[in-house]
């Protein structure tokens, strides 16, 4: 259905400024819709063209005529290309991004980021996209859409909508539009074809009196059956007051009062004025920052052709919230040609279709030969002309001529040959080549095979970048709409990106946990890739593989594997493999509390202390071992001198009593040598222990970065 005014707070249509009257709006509503639509009738023709040749409608009528009681093939394998293409935009699932800028902060970001997780999946967003990249590689285009919604029928918080347009012409575009996503575009109408009952239930007295005259509706916005609605998209923009505060943000303020500013903030039930949350910043002449600007903002009407129906309705957001994923486009002259993956197949498609419906039509003809019988012979004709029906090897005639048999046609070669030549035309106009749809072909190695199948994905490359870009468009109005829909204290669901779920408060100035949802400025960016799923499988993979080259990591990592498998009870298992880690090392996976941050670091200053005085009492036992030292050598050195002071007392000593003289001073000498040299041994393992004491803190450290880092590496952007 065209947009659901429900969604919206009821109002009576107000008439823009600018017009006279309903009526001239109306007028000029109907010319620029008619305009835009001629604009690109031609685009529009041929992508119809395209969507039915796509289902199967490959014969035009003249061959059809033809052709009229022969074989008619239509052999299409388009659906299974278009699918190849469509395949892998949904294996490498976008995901949308959101990066901290200026005032904004890392958990910040991560809430956002997950808020939109939760709203993609609470409106199938990967099926919105798949279903516009569908349409964008069939015909050349596809649209989608972002907006608010209410939460439910009995509430009045809203939640942001993203929304499938069906139909690849469903959105009319403003012709000036040349940005791929439709971002510079001015105006577009979104069209929906009513059922006259439906529309007469609603809006009974905005249908024409008139309806069955065609000149009153020359341009077919009324039926018998059916009324066009449209909504008419429309960028405004109005002056605004900007200012620059000292955090380096930028806000739009009220400056009725110059000396007090105040920051206009937009919800969902109007402008609100709030204080600044920081001073205004003053520029190098002394002036407060604050200038003059324009404020754009979209603005719809639902119209039908003659009436006014609802509006305006305005998002504060600086483009249109519909999105385009074209495919490829041409500039020709004054026109774009615009084109997706059909339209250069189709003639290769007719000739393969008819040749192969021609040997068709030679093969059920070569079983059957004719004979030449005289005219005479009426009696046998019937049994050759039946000949073909049984095994009978005697074919009995009367008269004087016997009958000739003339053998089948050859089945003309060139024929076939034709057929596999605009199989290879098709494959090189779509840019799949067998290998690139998973079919056998003449590349043997792996390498090969590889290079065609990249060959394959740089040639369709364009319909991934085209939609990458629109949500990623898509991305940028959902983070502008979050304040806006998010304007009240509530409770929102953020999904990680291993798809678990959590829950938030924010805007909850009561609440110590709340968040202020609209705090901040962020930048979004979209990233590819297969989801998480498929991520965890592979990992799971690569770590059985790590496991075979490094079976010791299985002892510290073995929970680590079993919670990335897939089989029923692996988490059981991951947390029995978890409690049977090391004390300390399962914990290092978790986020400490407060509380144990505290009770950790009680224990590292005792540890610590512990280690200071262990060491003091080292350094005791050291300066006790010295003056050991130093006492033996003394002793040594007073035996030594007493041993040759007696020498010296008594010359005439005999040479026994001189011998034992000096084997005393020798044994003291060496005892001192000992003694010094044990002091030595005990200084160096006292030493070594005092440094062993001093390294346990860093080493520690070291150890617990080591296995951090180990268990959980780093991302490539945070390795860089």
């Given at each position: 259905m065209a947009y659901d005014t429900a969604d919206q707070p009821a109002r009576k249509a107000k008439l823009p400024s600018g017009y006279k009257d309903e009526a001239e709006f109306c007028q000029e509503v109907r010319e620029l819709f008619q305009n835009a639509v001629d604009y690109d009738l031609e685009n529009r023709d041929e992508a119809d063209a395209d969507?039915?040749?796509?289902?199967?409608?490959?014969?035009?009528?003249?061959?059809?005529?033809?052709?009229?009681?022969?074989?008619?093939?239509?052999?299409?394998?388009?659906?299974?290309?278009?699918?190849?293409?469509?395949?892998?935009?949904?294996?490498?699932?976008?995901?949308?991004?959101?990066?901290?800028a200026e005032d904004a902060d890392k958990d910040l970001a991560e809430v956002r980021e997950g808020l939109i997780r939760a709203i993609e999946r609470d409106n199938d967003a990967q099926g919105v996209y798949i279903a516009a990249g569908e349409n964008q590689v069939a015909c050349g285009i596809g649209n989608f859409r972002v907006g608010l919604k209410y939460a439910d029928d009995t509430q009045f918080e809203r939640d942001i909508d993203i929304r499938n347009i069906p139909g690849a012409f469903a959105v009319v575009w403003d012709p000036f539009s040349m940005e791929r996503t439709g971002k510079d575009a001015e105006w577009c109408f979104v069209e929906e074809a009513m059922p006259r009952k439906a529309f007469e239930r609603r809006w009974k007295q905005e249908l024409p009196s008139e309806l069955e005259v065609p000149k009153s509706d020359p341009d077919g916005w009324y039926t018998r059956d059916e009324v066009r609605v449209v909504e008419f998209w429309r960028m405004k923009s109005e002056p605004a007051t900007y200012a620059r505060l000292e955090t380096g943000s930028t806000v739009e303020v009220d400056v009725k009062d110059p000396m007090m500013p105040m920051m206009i903030r937009r919800t969902s039930k109007g402008v609100a004025l709030e204080p600044l949350p920081a001073p205004v910043a003053i520029d190098r002449d002394g002036e407060p920052m604050i200038r003059k600007g324009v404020r754009k903002y979209a603005c719809m009407y639902l119209m039908t052709g003659n009436a006014m129906l609802s509006g305006p309705h305005e998002l504060p957001i600086p483009r249109l919230p519909i999105f385009r994923a074209r495919g490829w486009e041409i500039n020709v002259r004054s026109k774009r040609v615009r084109f997706g993956l059909v339209r250069f197949a189709r003639d290769s498609y007719r000739l393969r279709n008819y040749w192969r419906s021609k040997s068709a039509e030679m093969l059920a003809l070569a079983g059957n030969g004719k004979w030449i019988l005289n005219e005479r012979m009426e009696g046998d004709q019937d049994a050759f002309r039946e000949a073909y029906k049984n095994d009978d090897t005697v074919l009995i005639y009367s008269g004087e001529v016997p009958p000739q048999f003339v053998g089948p046609p050859t089945l003309n070669s060139a024929v076939l040959q034709e057929s596999q030549i605009l199989t290879q035309d098709i494959k090189d106009t779509t840019g799949l080549h067998d290998a690139s749809l998973g079919v056998a072909s003449n590349e043997t190695s792996g390498k090969a095979i590889l290079a065609r199948q990249r060959e394959g994905d740089v040639a369709t490359f364009i319909y991934h970048d085209n939609l990458q870009a629109a949500i990623s468009e898509a991305g940028r109005v959902i983070n502008?709409?979050?304040?806006?829909?998010?304007?009240?204290?509530?409770?929102?669901?953020?999904?990680?990106?291993?798809?678990?779920?959590?829950?938030?408060?924010?805007?909850?100035?009561?609440?110590?946990?709340?968040?202020?949802?609209?705090?901040?400025?962020?930048?979004?960016?979209?990233?590819?890739?297969?989801?998480?799923?498929?991520?965890?499988?592979?990992?799971?993979?690569?770590?059985?593989?790590?496991?075979?080259?490094?079976?010791?990591?299985?002892?510290?990592?073995?929970?680590?594997?079993?919670?990335?498998?897939?089989?029923?009870?692996?988490?059981?298992?991951?947390?029995?493999?978890?409690?049977?880690?090391?004390?300390?090392?399962?914990?290092?996976?978790?986020?400490p509390t407060e509380e144990q941050q505290q009770q950790q670091a009680m224990a590292m200053q005792a540890q610590q202390e512990q280690q200071a005085m262990q060491a003091q009492a080292a350094q005791l036992a050291l300066a006790e071992k010295d003056a050991q030292v130093k006492k033996t050598q003394a002793e040594a050195i007073k035996a030594?001198?007493?041993?040759?002071?007696?020498?010296?007392?008594?010359?005439?000593?005999?040479?026994?009593?001189?011998?034992?003289?000096?084997?005393?001073v020798r044994k003291a000498q060496a005892d001192a040598i000992k003694a010094e040299v044990e002091a030595q041994r005990s200084q160096v393992a006292l030493q070594g222990d005092i440094m062993d004491l001093q390294r346990k803190p860093l080493e520690a450290m070291n150890a617990e970065a080591d296995l951090e880092i180990k268990l959980n590496p780093p991302a490539p952007e945070q390795a860089e």
């Amino acid at each position: 259905m065209a947009y659901d005014t429900a969604d919206q707070p009821a109002r009576k249509a107000k008439l823009p400024s600018g017009y006279k009257d309903e009526a001239e709006f109306c007028q000029e509503v109907r010319e620029l819709f008619q305009n835009a639509v001629d604009y690109d009738l031609e685009n529009r023709d041929e992508a119809d063209a395209d969507l039915r040749f796509l289902a199967g409608d490959q014969w035009d009528d003249d061959a059809i005529k033809a052709r009229a009681g022969k074989p008619m093939l239509t052999i299409n394998d388009l659906p299974q290309k278009i699918a190849q293409v469509v395949g892998d935009m949904r294996i490498n699932r976008p995901a949308i991004r959101v990066r901290p800028a200026e005032d904004a902060d890392k958990d910040l970001a991560e809430v956002r980021e997950g808020l939109i997780r939760a709203i993609e999946r609470d409106n199938d967003a990967q099926g919105v996209y798949i279903a516009a990249g569908e349409n964008q590689v069939a015909c050349g285009i596809g649209n989608f859409r972002v907006g608010l919604k209410y939460a439910d029928d009995t509430q009045f918080e809203r939640d942001i909508d993203i929304r499938n347009i069906p139909g690849a012409f469903a959105v009319v575009w403003d012709p000036f539009s040349m940005e791929r996503t439709g971002k510079d575009a001015e105006w577009c109408f979104v069209e929906e074809a009513m059922p006259r009952k439906a529309f007469e239930r609603r809006w009974k007295q905005e249908l024409p009196s008139e309806l069955e005259v065609p000149k009153s509706d020359p341009d077919g916005w009324y039926t018998r059956d059916e009324v066009r609605v449209v909504e008419f998209w429309r960028m405004k923009s109005e002056p605004a007051t900007y200012a620059r505060l000292e955090t380096g943000s930028t806000v739009e303020v009220d400056v009725k009062d110059p000396m007090m500013p105040m920051m206009i903030r937009r919800t969902s039930k109007g402008v609100a004025l709030e204080p600044l949350p920081a001073p205004v910043a003053i520029d190098r002449d002394g002036e407060p920052m604050i200038r003059k600007g324009v404020r754009k903002y979209a603005c719809m009407y639902l119209m039908t052709g003659n009436a006014m129906l609802s509006g305006p309705h305005e998002l504060p957001i600086p483009r249109l919230p519909i999105f385009r994923a074209r495919g490829w486009e041409i500039n020709v002259r004054s026109k774009r040609v615009r084109f997706g993956l059909v339209r250069f197949a189709r003639d290769s498609y007719r000739l393969r279709n008819y040749w192969r419906s021609k040997s068709a039509e030679m093969l059920a003809l070569a079983g059957n030969g004719k004979w030449i019988l005289n005219e005479r012979m009426e009696g046998d004709q019937d049994a050759f002309r039946e000949a073909y029906k049984n095994d009978d090897t005697v074919l009995i005639y009367s008269g004087e001529v016997p009958p000739q048999f003339v053998g089948p046609p050859t089945l003309n070669s060139a024929v076939l040959q034709e057929s596999q030549i605009l199989t290879q035309d098709i494959k090189d106009t779509t840019g799949l080549h067998d290998a690139s749809l998973g079919v056998a072909s003449n590349e043997t190695s792996g390498k090969a095979i590889l290079a065609r199948q990249r060959e394959g994905d740089v040639a369709t490359f364009i319909y991934h970048d085209n939609l990458q870009a629109a949500i990623s468009e898509a991305g940028r109005v959902i983070n502008d709409l979050i304040p806006l829909a998010y304007d009240t204290s509530r409770t929102i669901r953020v999904i990680g990106e291993d798809e678990t779920t959590k829950v938030q408060r924010i805007n909850d100035p009561m609440n110590p946990e709340s968040i202020d949802i609209s705090r901040g400025r962020y930048d979004v960016v979209v990233e590819t890739g297969p989801s998480y799923s498929t991520k965890r499988v592979e990992a799971a993979e690569s770590m059985m593989q790590f496991m075979q080259a490094v079976p010791g990591a299985a002892q510290i990592a073995g929970d680590l594997i079993a919670r990335n498998m897939d089989w029923p009870g692996a988490d059981v298992i991951a947390e029995r493999l978890k409690k049977a880690l090391p004390p300390g090392m399962a914990e290092q996976d978790e986020e400490p509390t407060e509380e144990q941050q505290q009770q950790q670091a009680m224990a590292m200053q005792a540890q610590q202390e512990q280690q200071a005085m262990q060491a003091q009492a080292a350094q005791l036992a050291l300066a006790e071992k010295d003056a050991q030292v130093k006492k033996t050598q003394a002793e040594a050195i007073k035996a030594m001198r007493e041993a040759e002071a007696v020498g010296e007392d008594s010359p005439m000593e005999s040479p026994l009593d001189q011998q034992l003289k000096m084997a005393q001073v020798r044994k003291a000498q060496a005892d001192a040598i000992k003694a010094e040299v044990e002091a030595q041994r005990s200084q160096v393992a006292l030493q070594g222990d005092i440094m062993d004491l001093q390294r346990k803190p860093l080493e520690a450290m070291n150890a617990e970065a080591d296995l951090e880092i180990k268990l959980n590496p780093p991302a490539p952007e945070q390795a860089e």
